[in-house]
């Protein structure tokens, strides 16, 4: 039976943990402030959604507007396209660019020189520390009519023009480049798993005359799936949310029917045309999938191998 909230054992018991560990709790402090103050009080500006927000009424003051800004949303011109767009290049990210860090741990972990293993390590981090508005400028000038890249392809035909002139390579040249950029920083949590599995599994499979490959199938895989079953579902927590940073510096016009997604649709609505209402309702809409996703992949991973967020 539970017990109450107020039940004297559960206090006590608390305060003896608060004494034994009290200042864990006070490290803490600073976490919980800042996820009450970046995180969850902003959360409060969502019914703006609901309303005709003014700045000047203020949101209590605004006019309120029910479901009409989703049900313009939905039955807009652009809703099919975003959705359209976001899917496939949150799926085309997924499915290309979350297994790379897991092949090149896998690659960097069957290295024997650590010279080489230090050096390729390094190489690989080092695009994820430039700036994105650089990067963005390198893609740009690489893939311009008369960029390295351009040249490279009119060796094999291409017909010479700018490549982010063109919508349906925009998404390869994004998805291409988030791996390039991405995939050595998030190789570290998969060295780092492979740390941690234990080296006497590999001395008695070498024993039982396992061939490297066998190894890494039969040991080296399982031993981090716990790690990429973690991953994958905070991925798909984020399947909705790609990043309208990186869209917003390389689309633009001729590319919007492939390029343009939901969260550089809101960009373009709330901060250029001053649509605040509107776009909030199309960025909680959103959110709504994501969080739909997230539960959805932590209850299969839960049930599939055991592993889960909660």
């Given at each position: 039976?539970?017990?109450?909230?107020?039940?004297?054992?559960?206090?006590?018991?608390?305060?003896?943990?608060?004494a034994?560990?009290?200042?864990?709790?006070?490290?803490?402090?600073?976490?919980?402030v800042?996820?009450?103050?970046?995180?969850?009080?902003p959360?409060?500006?969502?019914?703006?959604?609901?309303?005709?927000?003014s700045?000047?009424?203020?949101?209590?003051?605004?006019?309120?507007?029910?479901?009409?800004?989703?049900?313009?949303f939905?039955?807009?011109y652009?809703?099919?396209r975003?959705?359209?767009?976001?899917?496939?290049?949150?799926?085309?990210?997924?499915?290309?660019?979350?297994?790379?860090?897991?092949?090149?741990?896998?690659?960097?972990?069957?290295?024997?020189?650590?010279?080489?293993k230090?050096?390729?390590?390094?190489?690989?981090?080092?695009?994820?520390f430039?700036?994105?508005?650089?990067?963005?400028?390198?893609?740009?000038?690489?893939?311009?009519?008369?960029?390295?890249?351009?040249?490279?392809?009119?060796?094999?035909?291409?017909?010479?023009?700018?490549?982010?002139?063109k919508?349906?390579?925009?998404r390869?040249?994004?998805?291409?480049?988030?791996?390039?950029?991405?995939?050595?920083?998030?190789?570290?949590?998969?060295?780092?798993?492979?740390?941690s599995?234990?080296?006497?599994?590999?001395?008695a499979?070498?024993?039982?005359?396992?061939?490297?490959?066998?190894q890494?199938?039969?040991?080296?895989?399982?031993?981090?799936?716990?790690?990429?079953?973690?991953?994958?579902?905070?991925?798909?927590g984020?399947?909705?949310?790609?990043?309208?940073?990186?869209?917003?510096?390389?689309y633009?016009?001729?590319?919007?029917?492939?390029?343009?997604?939901?969260?550089?649709?809101?960009?373009?609505?709330?901060?250029?045309?001053?649509?605040w209402?509107?776009s909030?309702?199309?960025?909680?809409?959103?959110?709504?999938i994501?969080?739909?996703?997230?539960?959805?992949?932590?209850?299969?991973?839960?049930?599939?191998?055991?592993?889960?967020?909660?």
């Amino acid at each position: 039976m539970a017990r109450p909230a107020g039940d004297p054992k559960r206090t006590n018991r608390f305060a003896r943990d608060f004494a034994i560990n009290k200042y864990l709790y006070l490290m803490i402090i600073p976490v919980l402030v800042y996820y009450v103050v970046f995180h969850y009080a902003p959360m409060y500006g969502a019914v703006i959604a609901f309303k005709n927000y003014s700045p000047v009424k203020g949101i209590l003051g605004s006019d309120w507007a029910g479901l009409k800004h989703f049900y313009d949303f939905f039955n807009s011109y652009y809703f099919l396209r975003i959705l359209k767009n976001t899917i496939l290049i949150s799926l085309y990210t997924l499915l290309f660019e979350f297994p790379a860090p897991i092949l090149l741990a896998l690659l960097i972990n069957e290295v024997r020189s650590k010279a080489f293993k230090r050096t390729a390590q390094t190489i690989t981090y080092m695009p994820y520390f430039i700036s994105l508005v650089v990067i963005c400028g390198i893609i740009t000038d690489f893939t311009n009519s008369d960029g390295v890249i351009n040249r490279l392809f009119m060796l094999f035909g291409y017909d010479g023009q700018a490549m982010l002139q063109k919508p349906e390579l925009f998404r390869p040249i994004y998805v291409l480049s988030e791996i390039w950029q991405r995939v050595g920083w998030e190789s570290i949590i998969y060295i780092a798993a492979l740390m941690s599995i234990d080296m006497e599994q590999y001395e008695a499979a070498r024993i039982d005359g396992a061939s490297r490959f066998k190894q890494m199938l039969y040991i080296t895989l399982p031993g981090i799936l716990p790690t990429i079953a973690i991953m994958l579902i905070l991925r798909m927590g984020n399947l909705m949310n790609v990043g309208f940073e990186k869209i917003i510096l390389l689309y633009n016009p001729v590319t919007y029917e492939t390029a343009d997604v939901i969260s550089s649709f809101v960009y373009r609505k709330g901060l250029l045309e001053f649509g605040w209402s509107y776009s909030s309702a199309v960025g909680l809409f959103n959110s709504v999938i994501n969080l739909a996703l997230l539960i959805t992949a932590n209850w299969i991973s839960r049930r599939v191998n055991n592993s889960s967020l909660w």
